[in-house]
């Protein structure tokens, strides 16, 4: 077991054939007695991926004075989801077209479902992976149903606050996994895209 707050690579297995690695796994067990603040992580800035919760959201989703927080960013397993069946605000687009242009953040707090619903936006920033061939960033989580165990990208309750040509920052209504599904300037589909189909793979 870990401190609060410890960071450690460690792996996790999607299906019996791929191991997917994690780039940081960390714990926080914050007190919400008292006077809260609000939570970014990670706590120093490394210029990558980053998540910040309200004061609020920590602490109306604590239990019994505690609020555990987990994050995960996920390396390389953006890939291996595919962006086939994603909804995203609008629509009318070329799915086909869509890759997975940044790691995956995942977030939870506390509750044991894989969507916590929070009255105040959660804001993230992932950078892009290829900062070249794509645009048109789409602020999107991945939508995993435990019941039937299908899954797919959605932009439901998410909105775009800022890009660049390195980053996009976004707000979402929710704690899920998160990642930026953009549009290749081209026509060049990933030949990694849609190698797993969308039934089966939950992210936790």
């Known amino acids: 077991r870990g401190n609060p707050g ?3 690579p460690v792996a996790v297995l999607v299906r019996a054939s791929f191991i997917i690695a994690l780039d940081v ?6 007190s919400t007695d008292g006077q809260v603040q609000d939570f970014r992580f ?3 800035s490394k210029g990558g991926a980053s998540i910040q919760l309200s004061a609020n959201t920590v602490k109306v989703n604590s239990k019994n004075g505690v609020a555990k927080l987990v994050f995960v960013l996920y390396k390389h397993l953006g890939q291996f989801l595919s962006t086939e069946n994603a909804t995203l605000r609008g629509g009318g687009r ?3 077209d869509l890759t997975v242009n940044s790691h995956i953040l995942a977030a939870s707090i506390t509750k044991e479902s894989s969507r916590v619903f929070v009255s105040d936006p ?3 920033t992932l950078e892009h992976l290829d900062k070249e061939h794509y645009d048109n960033p789409n602020c999107s989580f991945w939508n995993y ?3 039937s165990m299908i899954g797919y990208w959605s932009t439901q309750g998410c909105k775009l606050l800022d890009t660049n040509k390195s980053h996009t920052t976004c707000s979402c209504s929710h704690l899920t996994n998160f990642a930026i599904l953009m549009a290749h ?3 060049v589909v990933s030949g990694l895209q849609g190698v797993l189909s969308c039934r089966g793979v939950g992210l936790h």
């Open 145 to 147: 149903s435990e019941r």
């Open 185 to 187: 300037r081209g026509n």
């Open 94 to 96: 070329n799915l086909s």
């Open 25 to 30: 796994l960390d714990v926080y067990v914050l």
């Open 42 to 44: 990670p706590q120093t």
């Open 122 to 124: 959660v804001i993230f």
């Open 6 to 8: 410890s960071s450690f």
